[in-house]
């Protein structure tokens, strides 16, 4: 009964996607279309923040580095357009091999300032080798390949309805993982690592294979990003970049589905309703961190649910919620004892 | 139950995005109404270049003031964007809202480089003349020109080049190039290392310090102290703190410094103070320049906002000048390539001098040597010679000059 | 050997530099566990200020003050009005923090502008002294004089006064401290506010050398974060010794290979998070 219920969830989300380019105009779609991109940026990050209670600040990383090598292996190389796809998610996946164990053997706070310290470097190399990566020009004049033939991915419409596609994958994939025998694993892992180690889990390894797949996710955002403005450059490793990416995961709800679609959304569209009226949207940008951390730390969709979980419960005696996701209020406050407690 | 679970897991996401999305909807398109000329400027109003934007669109507000916002008999709406530091997508998004929902008939503004590039590809798809008031990148008009560009502004080598060769004739033979490392460095001092060696100069050092780097000290200790001359590009908080930490280390009497304009920059020059005396620099403007242009645009300036002007402000100022002055010889009507032409084709009178536009919009104008002397109390850069309609290519032709490799590819390679 | 010497005492001076710019971001997270991300904005604050100061008094000390004090306003208001309000819940007081930094990055421009600006050197301190051919800024010779003396300063009251023991006393174990009536959310806001007028101090110091712009903020934040990271987290040592070892590998990193300038601060970093997740001198978590 849960694939019914999950079958039916994509159809009625595929069905808005569906009906809004009737509705808005290329510009709206245009944002859209970005804040669909964000959205599985925001997927990437969630995947650590909401299943393994990981703050990443550097998800960026993923997203610029795959960007870089799409752009890169089209311009060297020449390849067929899927294959620089392919070069692309695998740069992400090898950066994530990478960093991976440098990162998983820290936590909480430790793991989010080495996922900045990462950023950072990868923003310095693409600055300074600019025989490769075109320096602070970045790399203009990346071509949308025609990666499904007879279609012309040119025309906003058309990538629009190529990104829906790509994030309704990258949704039934993250579903599919987090509802799996490993995503309750993960969840175990951060609700008390040291319970999971001792019942005879490799913990390390699971975590290793999360972090791998956020690497992926992030990449397939990256390489979205890097098609829709054809041209990757070093501010796509910039700080703002990787935060706006957190806060909308926060903001949206860590541990949700659509969470990250939600914030995505609100980031966007506020942002360019904001512009309108002032220049200094990096206040208005702070001050969403700072009533989304103190007024919805669940984030709405879990503020929602919360509510929602506690008047099915009082209803229904059973009182099987089918997952009550622990939010990332929950699981900070774990790391707390865990921390206290050392 | 199974009902429950689906209304349960569905309605949620699917309110929180129709609703979103219905607030937009419901929002009125802007009216095709084709009465006023449409200007989308955008400019950094926050991140690193913020100090730049506001004194581009002071200047271009300033003259648009001056003429009622009114030119070829149409009225002129302007939408100014903040498009931030060079995030090249926010700068793309930008210019996509100004083209697909405010229809704009010109663009305008852009500060970085990286961030003009990518506007550049943009405008060529959608036809709409660009207007380039600062980035500075060479090869906007050189070897990736492209005929919907003008710029209004500078070309990065492009005042460099009469520097390298009066620093020559004032008798320095033995330089030490020292420069951020970005793209933007090694254009402004190649075209100055270029000239000067072709007249028989030496460059016997290259320093390239990060963009951004806190402390000069361990690049000045290694200063070749052999060198009579050091030509330099820093700009903003870097120059700042390249030509502070120069003098402390007792460099300022040993090896004159030299380099372009941005290095004493009007905004830092005062703070810089006695460091920065008798630096030379090369600039298109300075604010002593007397001519009746330049000091009718200092009063009104002065007026609007209760201090002097800058560069930039002038940049930004010129832009609109340009802008309304084609559109009053086309009588108003705006067509991509043709109203490109009719810019390039117009000879202005500016504050700066007089500039005109070669055939690929760059701008051919008056290059100023300028030193930085105690003028009735405060630091000013002085001018002290003047080349005349300065052209990009200097003395070579255009077909020569870009046959030659590009600056941004001679990094490492100035010595012999 | 005149350029050793000469490099030798940039290391020293930009690590003194350095040690100022994190000892504020160490103390508050050796106590509370808390990473202050908005600490480069107590830097730019407390450098804006006192250029207002300074240009207002023409007293380079009075500045200093000032910095510092209104360095301590805001991590008073930081730590009272905000941060207790999500008491205990560590990674969203980070995120809270990160938050105010875009905040009073923005403000900071509406109310100074966006020009660099650079904070005047006493008259005493301007100019060069020199010993033979060596040629050293007298600024930087009072940075290393101030660094130092902080550090001891720090040490000693960590160490040896009643106060430093009640700090120790709440670092180790919070509830023991609280169990013999140690007023710990006393104790925090006070850490709290000293680390931040600190860091305000920093950033007049800091404000002749570095100066201060838009951007700063972050600029020091990283700095600060790759220095505690080298060190350890949260120990006042690991800040002293991270930052001298920062300082050398930088400063002799940019002068003997140009080409890795972009790196001589962040890849020791990641070496030593692959070597020692904690940092040389961390404790263990």
């Given at each position: 009964?849960?694939?019914?219920?999950?079958?039916?969830?994509?159809?009625?989300?595929?069905?808005?996607?569906?009906?809004?380019?009737?509705?808005?105009?290329?510009?709206?779609?245009?944002?859209?279309?970005?804040?669909?991109?964000?959205?599985?940026?925001?997927?990437?990050?969630?995947?650590?923040?909401?299943?393994?209670?990981?703050?990443?600040?550097?998800?960026?990383?993923?997203?610029?580095?795959?960007?870089?090598?799409?752009?890169?292996?089209?311009?060297?190389?020449?390849?067929?357009?899927?294959?620089?796809?392919?070069?692309?998610?695998?740069?992400?996946?090898?950066?994530?091999?990478?960093?991976?164990?440098?990162?998983?053997?820290?936590?909480?706070?430790?793991?989010?300032?080495?996922?900045?310290?990462?950023?950072?470097?990868?923003?310095?190399?693409?600055?300074?080798?600019?025989?490769?990566?075109?320096?602070?020009?970045?790399?203009?004049?990346?071509?949308?390949?025609?990666?499904?033939?007879?279609?012309?991915?040119?025309?906003?419409?058309?990538?629009?309805?190529?990104?829906?596609?790509?994030?309704?994958?990258?949704?039934?994939?993250?579903?599919?993982?987090?509802?799996?025998?490993?995503?309750?694993?993960?969840?175990?892992?951060?609700?008390?690592?040291?319970?999971?180690?001792?019942?005879?889990?490799?913990?390390?390894?699971?975590?290793?294979?999360?972090?791998?797949?956020?690497?992926?996710?992030?990449?397939?955002?990256?390489?979205?990003?890097?098609?829709?403005?054809?041209?990757?450059?070093?501010?796509?490793?910039?700080?703002?970049?990787?935060?706006?990416?957190?806060?909308?995961?926060?903001?949206?709800?860590?541990?949700?589905?659509?969470?990250?679609l939600a914030g995505s959304l609100i980031i966007v569209f506020v942002r360019d309703l904001v512009s309108n009226v002032t220049d200094r949207w990096l206040i208005v940008l702070g001050l969403a961190f700072v009533c989304t951390v103190l007024f919805f730390p669940d984030g709405l969709l879990g503020t929602i649910r919360k509510f929602r979980q506690q008047g099915v419960a009082s209803v229904n005696h059973q009182a099987q919620a089918p997952m009550p996701e622990p939010t990332a209020q929950e699981s900070s406050k774990r790391l707390l004892s865990a921390s206290?407690?050392? | 139950?199974?009902?429950?679970?689906?209304?349960?897991?569905?309605?949620?996401?699917?309110?929180?995005?129709?609703?979103?999305?219905?607030?937009?909807?419901?929002?009125?398109?802007?009216?095709?109404?084709?009465?006023?000329?449409?200007?989308?400027?955008?400019?950094?109003?926050?991140?690193?270049?913020?100090?730049?934007?506001?004194?581009?669109?002071?200047?271009?507000?300033?003259?648009?003031?001056?003429?009622?916002?009114?030119?070829?008999?149409?009225?002129?709406?302007?939408?100014?964007?903040?498009?931030?530091?060079?995030?090249?997508?926010?700068?793309?998004?930008?210019?996509?809202?100004?083209?697909?929902?405010?229809?704009?008939?010109?663009?305008?503004?852009?500060?970085?480089?990286?961030?003009?590039?990518?506007?550049?590809?943009?405008?060529?798809?959608?036809?709409?003349?660009?207007?380039?008031?600062?980035?500075?990148?060479?090869?906007?008009?050189?070897?990736?020109?492209?005929?919907?560009?003008?710029?209004?502004?500078?070309?990065?080598?492009?005042?460099?080049?009469?520097?390298?060769?009066?620093?020559?004739?004032?008798?320095?033979?033995?330089?030490?190039?020292?420069?951020?490392?970005?793209?933007?460095?090694?254009?402004?001092?190649?075209?100055?290392?270029?000239?000067?060696?072709?007249?028989?100069?030496?460059?016997?050092?290259?320093?390239?310090?990060?963009?951004?780097?806190?402390?000069?000290?361990?690049?000045?200790?290694?200063?070749?102290?052999?060198?009579?001359?050091?030509?330099?590009?820093?700009?903003?908080?870097?120059?700042?703190?390249?030509?502070?930490?120069?003098?402390?280390?007792?460099?300022?009497?040993?090896?004159?410094?030299?380099?372009?304009?941005?290095?004493?920059?009007?905004?830092?020059?005062?703070?810089?103070?006695?460091?920065?005396?008798?630096?030379?620099?090369?600039?298109?403007?300075?604010?002593?320049?007397?001519?009746?242009?330049?000091?009718?645009?200092?009063?009104?300036?002065?007026?609007?906002?209760?201090?002097?002007?800058?560069?930039?402000?002038?940049?930004?100022?010129?832009?609109?000048?340009?802008?309304?002055?084609?559109?009053?010889?086309?009588?108003?009507?705006?067509?991509?390539?043709?109203?490109?032409?009719?810019?390039?084709?117009?000879?202005?009178?500016?504050?700066?001098?007089?500039?005109?536009?070669?055939?690929?919009?760059?701008?051919?104008?008056?290059?100023?040597?300028?030193?930085?002397?105690?003028?009735?109390?405060?630091?000013?850069?002085?001018?002290?010679?003047?080349?005349?309609?300065?052209?990009?290519?200097?003395?070579?032709?255009?077909?020569?000059?870009?046959?030659?490799?590009?600056?941004?590819?001679?990094?490492?390679?100035?010595?012999? | 050997?005149?350029?050793?010497?000469?490099?030798?005492?940039?290391?020293?001076?930009?690590?003194?530099?350095?040690?100022?710019?994190?000892?504020?971001?160490?103390?508050?997270?050796?106590?509370?566990?808390?990473?202050?991300?908005?600490?480069?904005?107590?830097?730019?604050?407390?450098?804006?200020?006192?250029?207002?100061?300074?240009?207002?008094?023409?007293?380079?000390?009075?500045?200093?003050?000032?910095?510092?004090?209104?360095?301590?306003?805001?991590?008073?208001?930081?730590?009272?009005?905000?941060?207790?309000?999500?008491?205990?819940?560590?990674?969203?007081?980070?995120?809270?923090?990160?938050?105010?930094?875009?905040?009073?990055?923005?403000?900071?421009?509406?109310?100074?502008?966006?020009?660099?600006?650079?904070?005047?050197?006493?008259?005493?301190?301007?100019?060069?002294?020199?010993?033979?051919?060596?040629?050293?800024?007298?600024?930087?010779?009072?940075?290393?004089?101030?660094?130092?003396?902080?550090?001891?300063?720090?040490?000693?009251?960590?160490?040896?006064?009643?106060?430093?023991?009640?700090?120790?006393?709440?670092?180790?174990?919070?509830?023991?401290?609280?169990?013999?009536?140690?007023?710990?959310?006393?104790?925090?806001?006070?850490?709290?506010?000293?680390?931040?007028?600190?860091?305000?101090?920093?950033?007049?110091?800091?404000?002749?050398?570095?100066?201060?712009?838009?951007?700063?903020?972050?600029?020091?934040?990283?700095?600060?974060?790759?220095?505690?990271?080298?060190?350890?987290?949260?120990?006042?040592?690991?800040?002293?010794?991270?930052?001298?070892?920062?300082?050398?590998?930088?400063?002799?990193?940019?002068?003997?290979?140009?080409?890795?300038?972009?790196?001589?601060?962040?890849?020791?970093?990641?070496?030593?998070?692959?070597?020692?997740?904690?940092?040389?001198?961390?404790?263990?978590?």
């Open positions: 009964m849960r694939s019914d219920s999950r079958a039916l969830a994509f159809i009625g989300l595929l069905g808005v996607l569906c009906l809004l380019p009737l509705i808005l105009s290329t510009y709206y779609l245009g944002l859209v279309t970005s804040a669909l991109i964000l959205a599985i940026l925001a997927m990437s990050a969630n995947l650590l923040l909401g299943y393994l209670g990981l703050a990443s600040v550097g998800q960026a990383t993923f997203f610029g580095v795959a960007g870089y090598a799409v752009a890169i292996f089209t311009r060297s190389v020449d390849g067929a357009a899927w294959s620089a796809v392919g070069v692309g998610l695998l740069a992400a996946v090898m950066a994530g091999a990478v960093f991976g164990p440098l990162a998983i053997r820290t936590r909480d706070i430790f793991f989010l300032v080495i996922m900045l310290a990462f950023c950072q470097i990868l923003y310095g190399i693409t600055y300074s080798w600019r025989s490769v990566t075109g320096g602070d020009d970045g790399l203009p004049g990346l071509v949308r390949p025609a990666l499904i033939p007879f279609v012309n991915l040119d025309t906003p419409v058309a990538f629009y309805f190529f990104t829906v596609i790509v994030f309704l994958i990258v949704v039934g994939v993250f579903w599919l993982v987090v509802s799996s025998p490993f995503g309750l694993v993960l969840k175990g892992i951060r609700d008390s690592e040291v319970r999971m180690r001792v019942l005879g889990y490799n913990v390390w390894l699971y975590k290793y294979a999360a972090f791998l797949l956020s690497a992926f996710i992030g990449g397939v955002s990256g390489i979205l990003q890097a098609y829709y403005y054809g041209c990757p450059n070093p501010a796509d490793f910039s700080l703002i970049h990787s935060s706006s990416a957190l806060l909308m995961v926060i903001l949206g709800g860590p541990g949700t589905l659509f969470g990250p206290k407690s050392k | 139950m199974n009902l429950r679970r689906f209304t349960s897991r569905m309605k949620l996401p699917a309110l929180v995005i129709l609703g979103v999305m219905l607030l937009f909807v419901c929002m009125p398109e802007a009216a095709k109404a084709a009465e006023p000329v449409k200007v989308g400027y955008t400019i950094s109003l926050s991140g690193v270049y913020t100090a730049l934007g506001v004194d581009l669109r002071d200047g271009f507000n300033l003259y648009m003031e001056e003429i009622g916002s009114k030119a070829g008999g149409r009225d002129i709406k302007v939408f100014v964007e903040d498009k931030g530091s060079n995030d090249v997508s926010r700068v793309l998004d930008l210019a996509k809202k100004l083209v697909e929902k405010e229809h704009i008939d010109i663009l305008a503004g852009v500060v970085g480089s990286g961030a003009a590039y990518a506007v550049a590809e943009f405008v060529q798809k959608h036809k709409i003349p660009f207007v380039i008031s600062n980035a500075g990148a060479d090869d906007l008009t050189q070897r990736k020109s492209n005929p919907y560009i003008v710029r209004p502004a500078f070309v990065n080598s492009g005042g460099s080049h009469p520097l390298g060769e009066w620093l020559y004739d004032k008798g320095f033979r033995k330089a030490v190039l020292i420069g951020a490392d970005y793209a933007a460095g090694y254009e402004h001092v190649g075209g100055i290392a270029r000239t000067f060696k072709n007249k028989g100069g030496k460059v016997i050092q290259e320093i390239w310090p990060p963009l951004g780097t806190k402390d000069y000290a361990p690049y000045l200790a290694k200063i070749d102290r052999d060198a009579d001359v050091v030509m330099v590009f820093f700009a903003g908080a870097d120059a700042l703190r390249f030509v502070q930490q120069y003098a402390d280390y007792g460099l300022k009497n040993k090896i004159p410094l030299t380099g372009k304009g941005y290095l004493v920059d009007d905004k830092i020059l005062q703070k810089q103070g006695a460091a920065a005396e008798n630096v030379v620099t090369e600039s298109h403007w300075c604010l002593l320049l007397d001519t009746p242009e330049n000091k009718k645009f200092k009063e009104a300036y002065q007026k609007k906002y209760g201090h002097p002007p800058t560069l930039y402000s002038e940049q930004g100022y010129l832009t609109a000048k340009l802008i309304a002055d084609a559109l009053e010889k086309t009588k108003g009507e705006v067509k991509g390539e043709e109203f490109v032409k009719v810019m390039r084709s117009i000879d202005l009178n500016a504050p700066r001098g007089k500039v005109k536009f070669d055939e690929f919009g760059a701008p051919i104008q008056n290059s100023y040597i300028r030193e930085v002397k105690k003028v009735d109390g405060s630091w000013q850069s002085v001018p002290i010679k003047t080349y005349e309609a300065v052209n990009q290519f200097w003395t070579w032709s255009p077909e020569e000059f870009m046959k030659m490799p590009a600056y941004s590819d001679m990094k490492g390679k100035w010595i012999e | 050997m005149e350029f050793w010497i000469i490099q030798s005492l940039n290391a020293i001076s930009f690590a003194m530099l350095l040690f100022l710019l994190c000892a504020g971001l160490s103390l508050i997270f050796g106590l509370m566990n808390i990473l202050n991300l908005a600490h480069g904005s107590c830097y730019l604050i407390g450098a804006y200020v006192a250029l207002s100061v300074i240009e207002w008094s023409d007293n380079f000390f009075l500045g200093l003050l000032a910095g510092s004090l209104v360095g301590g306003i805001v991590g008073f208001v930081l730590q009272r009005l905000l941060l207790q309000r999500i008491y205990g819940r560590r990674l969203l007081q980070v995120l809270l923090t990160f938050g105010c930094m875009f905040i009073i990055g923005d403000v900071a421009i509406i109310i100074w502008g966006a020009d660099p600006a650079t904070l005047q050197t006493p008259e005493f301190l301007a100019g060069s002294a020199s010993l033979g051919e060596m040629v050293f800024p007298k600024y930087r010779l009072f940075v290393i004089a101030v660094g130092a003396a902080i550090g001891i300063a720090l040490w000693f009251f960590q160490e040896k006064t009643r106060w430093g023991a009640i700090l120790r006393a709440g670092v180790d174990d919070e509830q023991m401290a609280r169990a013999v009536g140690i007023n710990v959310p006393v104790l925090f806001t006070v850490v709290f506010i000293l680390g931040t007028a600190l860091t305000g101090l920093s950033g007049v110091l800091g404000g002749p050398f570095v100066g201060v712009y838009p951007g700063v903020d972050l600029e020091v934040l990283l700095l600060a974060v790759v220095v505690i990271i080298v060190g350890g987290l949260g120990s006042m040592k690991g800040a002293f010794f991270g930052s001298l070892i920062v300082a050398a590998l930088d400063n002799f990193g940019k002068a003997l290979f140009p080409e890795l300038a972009m790196f001589t601060i962040f890849a020791p970093m990641a070496i030593i998070l692959a070597l020692r997740p904690t940092g040389l001198w961390g404790r263990v978590l």
